[in-house]
């Protein structure tokens, strides 16, 4: 008798959490989402398959990160042979339970100019923002570039790369909350019980 009732049980329990996942995965909570940081940053440390230093879009951040380190760069000929450096956009979902100050999270890194590769580079500190114009930095991200794929060696990865700044938190739901269809029409409101 009580095999047949943990049997019947578990039936029912892999059952809702079957359904709650056919659920996650057509509808989201309206408020609730994945936030999406980015920034614009450089990844130094390439051999010699980086940006042509005579390209400005390369030079002139450079010449900004050494004259900030005490090394001010005369005339941006001084960077023409440079190779080892690449602009690049890094970006970093977090997810949709939000972040606190100190959480790390992945972090993708893509060429934006003429790199032939991001293979060995490291990537310098780099504030990343809200995706709207002035927002403010959330989280900071650096570290060492693994390249996932390689017939894609201008897209890497830093696993852990981000720290969070400050924290992202999701609106708590109240009684009552919109569930958004995949594709973005919401379901109607649905009544939710606080524990």
Do not use: W
């Not at 909570?29 to 940006?51: F, K, M």
């Not at 879009?57 to 050494?66: F, K």
């Not at 400050?166 to 939710?192: A, C, Y």
Request: charged share 20%; net charge negative.
């Amino acid at each position: 008798m009580t095999r047949t009732l943990c049997a019947c049980l578990l039936i029912l329990l892999s059952t809702s959490i079957a359904r709650a996942q056919i659920v996650r995965q057509m509808a989201t909570i309206e408020g609730q989402g994945a936030s999406g940081l980015n920034g614009l940053g450089l990844v130094v440390g390439l051999p010699g398959t980086g940006d042509s230093g005579k390209d400005l879009m390369l030079a002139r951040p450079l010449a900004e990160v050494l004259r900030n380190k005490g090394l001010p760069i005369a005339d941006f000929d001084e960077l023409r042979s440079t190779r080892s450096c690449a602009l690049v956009m890094v970006t970093c979902e977090v997810p949709e339970t939000g972040g606190r100050t100190g959480d790390q999270f992945d972090v993708t890194v893509s060429a934006i100019g003429a790199a032939s590769s991001l293979a060995g580079g490291v990537l310098l500190h780099t504030p990343l923002t809200g995706p709207f114009p002035g927002s403010e930095a959330y989280a900071m991200a650096t570290g060492d570039l693994v390249v996932q794929d390689v017939n894609a060696p201008t897209k890497a990865t830093v696993r852990d790369g981000a720290q969070m700044i400050q924290d992202i938190r999701m609106p708590q739901l109240g009684e009552r909350f919109n569930l958004l269809l995949r594709g973005g029409r919401p379901s109607g409101v649905v009544g939710h019980e606080q524990e």
